[in-house]
């Protein structure tokens, strides 16, 4: 014991020594050996410690279950089969490969890819078309817009592709075509027009990530745009569709600073001719969860002060009165000492908006007198429309067509003029102009005993107007009432002869303007009676008033305008109002010279149309819906093996394939399946025709064993073949050397039956079916 004990020193031995009250067997040897009771102890906090951590991490689990079952897949491959975790709907990554296979399994498209951060690998849009049925341009539908979000899981991340997971989705349908053209008639009204591209917006100021989708439509000569906004919000992970919109002159929205805040707004153009129209849109938010922003239009019907001058303001911008209304605004602004409250705000700044638009037009210079008296009345300029009115007799007569074709623009607007301001004098003359040319002087005068303390000096001015005007319109239904339906080519020229051509007035002079000068080569025109073809080396003019005669048999006297379409080379037709102001007819050859807006030149090498011009009442363009070959077999497969061989051995006779055996219907069937057919009764004997328009890439796709023919071919413009109910080829392009291109079908004016609008080397024509001849003439 002795050898296990050291010795202590006093203070040690004092501090060891046990404390009052405590039985020296305190300070005796410690027992060393343990308790059974400890043990327990020990083993049961361990058990305790082990059974949280455990709590913890199911909890932990249960956690990643609810909120990403993908981030515990991972168990599934130490679970037994029976223990398996179920995922429910959700679904593994996938790698940006697999998910375009997985698409096209299901004979979907997959876009292209659009970025939602900086880093396109972290986050993207993908778009999801599909292909339309008997389609012939713009075939891919856009059907979904999907986002995928790159995974975060370890699993995944070490992995050397990158791997995506389904964030969210969003089904699309393009707006609906009543919507888009504004129309009322009852057939097709509810169907949906197709999607067929998506891009991102940018421009935007506030958060999240604007998309717009986009396609268009050909109505006539107007190319309409439309589709819908579409907005992202990466802190919902969701995607919304915001609004749809249409623009009849085919813009697309914009980010615009309009009001006087930081934030742009959306600005959707509809403007038609002069007539500005524009639907202005502010970003604003919203207590909902998912959609915490709105697009909210700023509109004219509630007016945002109780204040009659304000109101009286907006009834004159309703009726189109833009300029005025806003130099009444900023009056009443400048009354406030500059303060209006946001929402009077939002409204003048539109109306300002349109005032810009109205006044630049109104400050051109037009060629047409009409246009200018337009330009005028549309901005509120009613003196200065008067003094181009008095300028000549055909200023008169020009204008009082204008008048008679109004259909409430101008009228609306001399209301609302006269509502707020009943003694002005010059509204008070337009309005009488008005109602003389389109209800006679009678109603006229009516109107004007009407309105209160019209002075007596201001009265014997307008009855000199109405006096002017009733003389003209006299003098214009003498002339042809017919519209003016004329068709031809026309180029831009810089230099203009005015001995050279006739007006309608001979004493007057040709003068160059700001505008380009445009020279129409007519192919045919409609006299009123029948169509005539060029060359029109029977048309006589008299000596005496040959502008007169010619005004009259084109229909111009009524309606002098004519439009200019030009194919860009990407295919986009853009469109511009010329007027025609002289003409000219040598060796057979009838000339238009015409004055409008330059447009670009055509420069697409000959893969697209040449420019072309026709009057609005000419044609109706007839667009019969494509199938394929392979669903026109399925429908008549005898017809099918009548035209095949037909069809091969006129693309033969071109020269655009190898001139061997014709191969056996099964091989020709295969390589033409995709091909499209159109279905129509171009020869009045109520069984349709077919018509082929085939394209460069087709026929280059036949010789693709031939060296040196496919690269040509496929930058060549697609040509036609049709062939009657019997399989014969009653019009075709594929003649060797041939200069000819079926351009369209379209309807005549005058008849039930349709004709071939054709492109030749120089100019276009007007062929149709002759039953005598049983040919296209």
Not at 282 to 296: A, D, R, S, W, Y
Not at 608 to 619: G, H, M
Not at 749 to 774: C, F, G, I, M, P
Request: glycine residues 4%; positive net charge.
């Amino acid at each position: 014991m002795a050898n296990r004990w050291r010795k202590l020193t006093p203070k040690a031995a004092k501090r060891n020594q046990p404390h009052a009250g405590v039985t020296k067997d305190v300070a005796k040897k410690p027992d060393n050996k343990p308790k059974p009771n400890r043990l327990l102890s020990t083993l049961a906090i361990a058990i305790l410690l082990s059974s949280a951590s455990l709590v913890m991490a199911f909890a932990w689990i249960s956690t990643l279950y609810i909120f990403n079952p993908n981030q515990v897949s991972w168990l599934n491959k130490v679970l037994p089969e029976w223990a398996q975790i179920p995922l429910g709907n959700y679904e593994r990554p996938h790698t940006l490969e697999d998910i375009q296979l997985n698409l096209s399994k299901h004979k979907h498209i997959a876009g292209e890819i659009l970025p939602l951060d900086k880093d396109v690998e972290i986050s993207f849009l993908l778009p999801v078309f599909r292909q339309r049925a008997n389609c012939q341009s713009d075939c891919q539908e856009l059907m979904e817009l999907r986002v995928y979000q790159r995974s975060q899981e370890s699993e995944f991340q070490s992995q050397s592709e990158k791997y995506y997971y389904l964030a969210t989705q969003l089904s699309v349908t393009g707006p609906e075509e009543s919507f888009v053209l504004d129309t009322v008639s009852d057939q097709d009204t509810n169907l949906s027009l197709p999607l067929t591209e998506v891009k991102r917006f940018e421009g935007a100021t506030s958060s999240g990530v604007w998309f717009y989708l986009r396609g268009q439509r050909q109505q006539g000569s107007s190319k309409f745009a439309y589709g819908n906004i579409i907005y992202y919000n990466p802190e919902r992970t969701n995607l919304q569709s915001m609004l749809s919109w249409t623009s009849p002159n085919g813009q697309q929205p914009k980010w615009q600073q309009v009001t006087g805040d930081n934030k742009k707004e959306l600005v959707v153009d509809q403007t038609v001719g002069l007539e500005p129209q524009l639907q202005v849109y502010q970003v604003k938010p919203v207590k909902l969860f998912l959609k915490p922003i709105q697009l909210e239009a700023i509109t004219l019907n509630s007016p945002a002060l109780k204040d009659s001058a304000y109101q009286n303001a907006l009834s004159i911008a309703r009726s189109g009165l833009w300029t005025p209304a806003f130099e009444w605004l900023k009056f009443i602004q400048k009354q406030r000492r500059g303060i209006l409250p946001e929402a009077a705000q939002a409204q003048m700044d539109l109306i300002r908006l349109h005032s810009q638009l109205s006044k630049a037009q109104a400050q051109k210079n037009w060629a047409s007198p009409s246009q200018q008296v337009l330009a005028d009345l549309i901005d509120g300029r009613w003196g200065k429309a008067l003094q181009v009115f008095e300028a000549s007799p055909q200023n008169a007569q020009e204008i009082a067509t204008l008048l008679k074709a109004d259909e409430g623009r101008l009228w609306n607007r001399t209301v609302a003029a006269l509502r707020v301001n009943p003694n002005r004098s010059e509204v008070q003359a337009w309005g009488a102009l008005i109602l003389a040319v389109q209800r006679g002087r009678e109603h006229a005068n009516s109107w004007l005993s009407a309105q209160p303390q019209i002075k007596k000096h201001t009265l014997a001015y307008i009855q000199g107007l109405l006096t002017r005007v009733s003389s003209e319109v006299t003098k214009s239904q003498t002339l042809s009432n017919h519209p003016s339906q004329i068709i031809g080519s026309v180029q831009p020229i810089t230099q203009v002869t005015s001995a050279e051509w006739l007006q309608l007035n001979s004493k007057a002079d040709i003068k160059l303007t700001d505008n380009q000068w445009y020279q129409v080569e007519v192919s045919a025109f409609h006299d009123g009676k029948r169509w005539l073809n060029s060359p029109f080396n029977d048309l006589k003019p008299p000596k005496t008033s040959p502008g007169k005669f010619f005004w009259q048999t084109l229909g111009i006297t009524s309606d002098p305008g004519i439009q200019i379409v030009v194919w860009l080379p990407n295919g986009e037709q853009q469109t511009t109002t010329a007027t025609i102001k002289a003409v000219q007819l040598r060796g057979g050859v009838l000339r238009l010279l015409a004055t409008g807006v330059k447009i670009p030149e055509n420069q697409n090498n000959g893969l697209q149309p040449r420019p072309l011009a026709l009057t609005n009442t000419a044609l109706e363009w007839v667009q019969p819906s494509p199938i394929t070959i392979e669903a026109l077999y399925q429908q008549d497969p005898q017809k099918l093996r009548t035209i095949l061989p037909t069809v091969w051995r006129s693309i033969q006779q071109s020269g655009d394939v190898s001139t061997e055996a014709i191969p056996s219907f099964e091989q020709m069937h295969e390589k033409l399946s995709y091909w499209p057919v159109q279905l129509i009764d171009l020869t009045n004997n109520a069984k349709p025709e077919t018509v082929l328009t085939i394209s460069g890439a087709s026929i280059a796709s036949l010789n693709q064993a031939v060296p040196g023919i496919q690269g040509e071919k496929e930058q060549s413009r697609p040509r036609s073949l049709i062939l009657s109910d019997t399989g014969k080829v009653i019009y075709t392009d594929f003649t060797e050397n041939s200069r000819q291109t079926l351009t369209a079908i379209a309807k005549l004016s005058d008849t039930h039956s349709l004709a071939l609008l054709v492109e030749n080397a120089n100019n276009y024509s007007l062929k149709r079916w002759s039953e005598k001849n049983q040919r296209f003439e």
